[in-house]
């Protein structure tokens, strides 16, 4: 199978907060991050549809990563996963 993806991902487990004026902020923990996207596990049945622009805040345990949220678009879904792909600057981790 061929490999698509443009950036390495690595392994990780930060608090991810998905604000959308239309379901409020959706929580979950992602499972690996890229310079192009994060992998999400989220704790509600609660999904946004594929398309769905959000505003992410990434948090570790010593407090935020991005102070402001940035956007990042809902790329796909599967189960109580999401992919996320970042639409503007991306976050340094």
Same mark, same amino acid.
């Given at each position: 199978?061929? /490999? !698509? =993806? =443009? +950036?390495? !991902?690595?392994? *990780?487990?930060? =608090?991810?907060?998905? *604000?959308? @004026? @239309? +379901?409020?902020?959706?929580?979950?923990?992602? !499972? $690996?991050?890229? $310079?192009?996207? %994060?992998?999400?596990?989220? /704790?509600? /049945?609660?999904?946004?549809?594929?398309?769905?622009?959000?505003?992410?805040? +990434? !948090?570790?345990? @010593?407090?935020?990563?991005? /102070?402001?949220?940035?956007?990042? *678009?809902? =790329?796909? #879904?599967?189960?109580?996963?999401?992919?996320?792909? +970042? *639409?503007? %600057?991306?976050? #340094?981790?």
């Amino acid at each position: 199978m061929d /490999e !698509r =993806r =443009r +950036f390495d !991902r690595r392994p *990780t487990s930060i =608090r991810v907060e998905m *604000t959308h @004026a @239309a +379901f409020g902020t959706i929580v979950g923990y992602s !499972r $690996d991050i890229s $310079d192009g996207g %994060a992998s999400v596990l989220l /704790e509600t /049945e609660v999904k946004p549809p594929v398309g769905t622009v959000v505003n992410v805040i +990434f !948090r570790k345990v @010593a407090g935020v990563v991005n /102070e402001q949220p940035v956007p990042m *678009t809902v =790329r796909h #879904q599967n189960k109580n996963i999401i992919g996320l792909m +970042f *639409t503007g %600057a991306g976050v #340094q981790f």
